[in-house]
């Protein structure tokens, strides 16, 4: 592979992205452009995408939505990634992964690039708030150049984690969400709207998801001078980042909302341009809007708690209920509280990536010492093989015997075969586990 070039004005920053759904992507990319050396921000950089095929592979239209585009895009298993890192050239390599997917692209790069002094930097991180299995999930990323922490709260809990399990720390690199941005909130637009910003997996159940739309639907009802707006994900049938079983479309078909009702989809920053009132359970819609300074509630109907993800927003003062939106409150979020959140509202989200960009610029300027994970046979033997075997890789991070594609392209049957199985697995995900577990629950 030929030396890795430190950016220039005439020589873009060549970044590979992994990426195993639409929310993934949206991050990988927009760090990207984020992280990429000062002289690439006012120009392009090479950017190059790689789809992980799995349940949650995006598709076109949720590509389209994310509106970042790639000067090239290809689906590709976890062992034709590791065959393109090893013969393509790139400056940084940013996994946007899962933890065991992280985990294994590290041993597996680790492996392709043994013996390479000027291989790529590998960056990875979060695309949101961290709410659970925090140290499970950090330690399945450790091992990368930057681990990427979205807050000043976060850092400081993703380097107690390290030091507490004594893994080296210094990856840690404080910076922010990398989809802030859009004008600052002014005062109410004609109409005032309300958004309910919807996820997939929170809350799950039929009966909590139907009592939300309800409250929605009466918010609409006692307030006909308002336009209600349900945010949705995703189209029945797209996945996202967690299986939605039960879509908020086909619940409110059984529904009967007014006029001032309706579903939006698209980029949620351009739904933010004429928000003014975000409703939430706990969703990262809700650090955007208030790094706009937009009024933002997230509910406590279903409970504060770590299951749904609102707790993380203790201290935030967005917390509230329907019953208090209804006769109108209308929350203040905490200065304080924010500004550990990564959220810069108060203007210093220019430099937030400024650190990352010095650190990547440094190693790009000199050797890079292999990746280190802090999971290995030795640490880990009855955990890692799993999470290697999964990506078909051994423990040694090469790829398993009989590992799809491992040794040349997929022919036009395969590629047929493969893509009629993925469409099989997507079906019985959305369609035919929910019903079994509705039976088994009668």
Known sequence: MPASTPATTTTPTRIAVLADSDTRWKWGALTSHRIAPREDAQGPLALSGFLLRGRATPTPRQLAEVGVPADSLREVTSVEFLRAMAEEPYDIVV??????????????????????????????????????????????RHGADLVLANSRQDADRFRTVYEGVGADASSVTEVALPFLGGAAYEGEHDPYTVVFAVQPSVPDS??????????????????PEREVLLKLRSKPGEHTTHIEEQPYQKLVQKLDPPAN????????GEVLDRTDLLVTISSTAALESLHRRIPTVVLTDLGVREVLGNHHFVGSGCLASWDQLDAGYLPAADPEWVSRQGVAADGSYGTAFDAARERIAKLLGGDRPPLTPYYTPATARGYLPGILARHHLGPDGSPLPGAPAADREPGPVRQIVRRAARGAYRHGVQRVAPVIRRMGEL
């Not at 692209?105 to 961290?130: C, D, F, I, N, Q």
């Not at 039929?206 to 307030?223: E, S």
């Open 261 to 268: 009702f309706r579903l939006v989809y698209g980029n949620m």
């Open 95 to 140: 996994i946007a992964l899962v933890g065991g997917g992280v985990q294994a692209m590290l041993h597996g790069l680790k492996r392709v690039w043994e013996g390479r002094s000027e291989r790529p930097v590998v960056v990875t991180g979060y695309v949101g708030v961290v709410y659970e299995k925090l140290a499970d999930g950090l330690l399945l």
């Open 206 to 223: 039929r009966k909590d998801r139907t009592y939300l739309l309800n409250r929605l639907i009466q918010h609409a009802r006692l307030h």
